[in-house]
């Protein structure tokens, strides 16, 4: 495979480092026709599904990009904004606050989002970031807890995009910080600000994406991570045990994923007579389909109609000062040794 063209090269004192904010993507517009590349794209991928190609291929094409483009994309109309895709708008926030929050402390860096089955790609990003004279790149993912599903699947993309190059930069990769003790802070602000708001609940609910659990017993360390992140946060919120608890959400398919599943848990507190729940998505830094479709609606409905008397999303971090606070601390901490100050 031929290399492609470099840019010109920078002289030493012109050399920049950057950050690459990765998140996982969303499409362009609610319409089936938008969706579809994006599901086909994102289902496609061997660390998001891991059943064997020629079987999956039949499914995927077979069934599901023929069926799940509309359904999900009313599901995404029901939650954009006038200037689109909630993630993106989210990631590309964080992204700026990021580099303004360097800035003030001195560094000199270029910070830039991209998602890995949309637009901006990673791979655009890169390039983008290569013509501008950088020579180093920390990526930082919008996945506090690892997941080879996740976390693993963005490296394969950095990867693949180096497969093309004849000058490679300097690299590094942030593979988790779910016990960063910052992020555990900022969670806890966002419950106690919603609380000295609302009054606290009956129960408090932490919803993680799920992941099937047979990655667990393959290695997969996501569970371990989602639950270090859940304890930390119960632990600075001095919640008992009885007082909350953790689900897994976004169930795809037949095959057992971990558990217990949110839906069914709401299900059972509203049912049990439970009378408020408040439900947090720590894995999620910025809010998206996951948390303001699946949770605020669909999870309020299933826990009133069952009996539950009143339902409180928290949102997700998105822009608080807490939360930038606590990405600027792991971006700064991963760049120790670069030459980010000015010379």
């Not at 470099?6 to 690459?20: I, K, N, Q, T």
């Not at 897994?248 to 839906?263: D, I, K, M, N, V």
């Amino acid at each position: 495979m031929p290399f492609r063209p470099e840019p010109p090269a920078v002289s030493p004192a012109d050399e920049r480092v950057a950050v690459l904010w990765c998140n996982l993507g969303s499409p362009d517009e609610p319409t089936a026709r938008a969706v579809r590349p994006y599901l086909s794209q994102f289902l496609h991928d061997p660390r998001v599904v891991e059943i064997p190609r020629a079987i999956w291929c039949l499914i995927l094409h077979g069934i599901i990009l023929r069926t799940r483009p509309a359904r999900s994309a009313a599901k995404y109309a029901s939650v954009w904004l006038p200037e689109g895709s909630p993630l993106k708008l989210w990631t590309h926030r964080q992204a700026v606050l990021l580099a303004g929050w360097l800035g003030e402390r001195g560094h000199r860096v270029i910070v830039r989002d991209a998602m890995r089955y949309a637009s901006p790609s990673i791979a655009s990003q890169l390039d983008a970031l290569k013509a501008e004279g950088v020579t180093r790149v920390l990526v930082l993912q919008a996945y506090p807890q690892y997941s080879a599903t996740t976390t693993a699947s963005v490296i394969d993309a950095v990867n693949d995009w180096m497969r093309t190059l004849r000058r490679l930069p300097e690299l590094r990769f942030v593979n988790q910080y779910h016990d960063e003790p910052l992020y555990i802070e900022a969670l806890a602000q966002s419950v106690l600000a919603h609380w000295q708001q609302h009054g606290q609940p009956d129960q408090l609910v932490m919803s993680f994406h799920g992941i099937p659990a047979r990655n667990i017993q393959l290695g997969d360390p996501y569970q371990a991570q989602c639950l270090e992140t859940a304890r930390l946060l119960a632990e600075r919120l001095q919640l008992s045990p009885d007082q909350h608890r953790v689900t897994f959400q976004s169930r795809f398919g037949r095959a057992t994923w971990l558990e217990p599943y949110t839906e069914p848990t709401l299900r059972l507190l509203g049912a049990s007579g439970t009378g408020r729940v408040d439900v947090i998505c720590p894995g999620f830094p910025a809010d998206c389909l996951e948390t303001l479709e699946e949770i605020a609606m669909e999870g309020r409905d299933a826990f009133l109609q069952a009996g539950g008397k009143e339902f409180h999303y928290i949102p997700a971090l998105n822009d608080s000062p807490a939360w930038i606070t606590a990405l600027c601390a792991v971006a700064e901490r991963n760049l120790a040794g670069w030459p980010t100050y000015p010379a």
